[in-house]
């Protein structure tokens, strides 16, 4: 049997490990045909010489990581194991440059590949689609960009938009002022600004309208210029509220537009206007597509096996 033995210079190994061996364990999930033991700080590899040669390379990148970064964790983890190359994991975890500094000096930075290729499209065009399932940060980093162009003064405004489906945008039958009706269909849309913006000046941007937050059906009859605008929930969009959208419009916008065609909540029989929209607009030159995936997925562990799961069944039926 093969041996491989990697010594572990310059790193803790109880950090580097993870408590109770976690870093370990979930090596092990990825590597099940080695036998992987660690001690001290010394990780010992026993197994096939192909399987050890790719172990051994993916511990090193982990390694540069925990390097540069001081820490390791399963996000890591799982990014450096399921790149396809190197240079794609870099491009994701090294070359990544802050977008902004948030609240309490957050580093707020494309975290993965298609993260990263998001900022780059989003650098490059005027429009931008984001597509892809809960949690792989399509909105947190659009509302990131957003406020980078406002603070560098590239747009005068910030507009965020979302369909309020789940009450048929027909919002007079909830309790309190328009206002209390419509922030928990806004709520993401809050929850990223507050981590970017402090709280006194962030309420002066909403009040002056610097910073606007409003339901698609508000967007109707506007031409939005000097603005960043982004749509967010778009597979919610009816044909002609998406053509309305994108024809808002103005001069100096840029439009991002946000969605998971696999979660449309739309009545049987009607059309996503963000499906549509991306067959009809594939080809036009300055709209720029981006897909992310499970692998972007960036919240808890679990989301990301939540959408491993649906998908199978979705795939059988």
Known sequence: MNELILE???????????????NIKLLKEYFPKLKIVARGNKIKAYGDADLLEEFDRRMNMLMEHFGKYNKIDENVIE?????QSSDDYKTSAHSGEAIIHGVNGKIIKAQTVN???????????????????????KTYTGVALAVRALKNKEVKRIIL????????????????????????????????????IPAEKLASFIENGTIQIAPLAFMRGRTLDNAFVILDEGQN????QMKMFLTRMGKSAKFLLTGDPGQVDLPRRSISGLKEALLVLK?????????????????????????EA????????
């Open 8 to 22: 572990l210079e310059e790193i803790t190994p109880k950090e580097f490990f993870g408590a109770q061996n976690a």
């Open 79 to 83: 990014r450096v194991l399921t790149s």
């Open 115 to 137: 993260q990263r290729k998001l900022v780059e499209s989003v650098n490059r065009n005027d429009m931008v689609f984001a597509i892809g399932p809960a949690g792989t940060g």
């Open 161 to 196: 938009t979302r369909p309020a489906v789940e009450a048929g945008e027909n919002l007079g039958f909830l309790p309190g002022d328009l206002k209390e009706k419509l922030d928990p269909y806004m709520q993401p849309l809050y929850d990223a600004l507050r981590d970017m």
């Open 237 to 240: 969009t009816t044909h002609a």
């Open 283 to 307: 080809n036009v030159e300055g709209i720029g597509m981006i897909y992310l995936d499970d692998k972007d997925v960036i919240r808890h562990k679990l989301v990301k096996k939540v959408i």
């Open 310 to 317: 649906y998908k199978s069944i979705e795939n059988r039926d």
